[in-house]
């Protein structure tokens, strides 16, 4: 059973992780100060009859920091695109010259960039909320599995200790992550 018990920490440890990633690419989307095509991720086009994202519709390129330029495979798709950006979130007007469109990312305002790292804030202590629910989770695994004597009191005790320090690491993970991107959006 001891093999089960180590399943248990591999498993939360692993869906930590995934926690971790899954935020940095929900801010990656979010519009800091400068260009970035992952901005883009979440728009999809009504390309025949399917709603396709943007990133499968052309190629993607950021000639200077607060420009993107969007070469669409298909000419006749740069009406939609231009159609799902406008209702996108973002806040952008795209132009066309009949071949590729051009996005002009205006610099963010003092009170928009204190909203936005608001915002940032409340999606990582999401993700922390996120990774404390998967510690508890766990721990009661380990805790069952000990009182159903399956594993002894002192492996109980170094598994759950192990699963502590790996939440420790993953919310400083998402510390950092946070860090990163209040620095991004606050750049002037």
Do not use: C, F
């Not at 498993?11 to 901005?39: F, I, W």
């Not at 006749?76 to 159609?83: G, L, V």
């Not at 804030?121 to 508890?136: D, G, H, I, P, T």
């Not at 989770?137 to 200790?161: P, T, V, Y």
């Amino acid at each position: 059973m001891a093999k089960e018990v180590k399943e248990i920490v591999k498993d939360v440890e692993s869906r930590m992780k995934k926690t971790v990633e899954h935020l940095v690419k929900d801010l990656a989307s979010l519009r800091a100060g400068r260009a970035n095509p992952a901005m883009l991720d979440k728009i999809t086009v009504e390309y025949y009859g399917q709603p396709t994202p943007i990133n499968q519709l052309g190629n993607i390129g950021v000639p200077e920091p607060r420009m993107l330029v969007i070469q669409p495979w298909d000419k006749t798709a740069i009406p939609e695109i231009e159609k799902a950006i406008l209702k996108s979130d973002l806040g952008v007007n795209p132009t066309n010259d009949g071949n590729v469109i051009r996005i002009a990312i205006p610099p963010l305002t003092e009170e928009r960039r204190k909203e936005m790292v608001k915002m940032v804030r409340k999606r990582a202590e999401e993700a922390k909320v996120a990774v404390r629910n998967l510690r508890r989770e766990a721990n009661d695994e380990i805790k069952l599995a000990e009182k159903e004597k399956l594993i002894s009191e002192d492996e109980a005790k170094k598994r759950l200790d192990e699963i502590q320090k790996l939440t420790d690491n993953t919310i400083k993970d998402i510390d950092k992550v946070l860090q990163t991107k209040e620095k991004d959006i606050m750049e002037v």
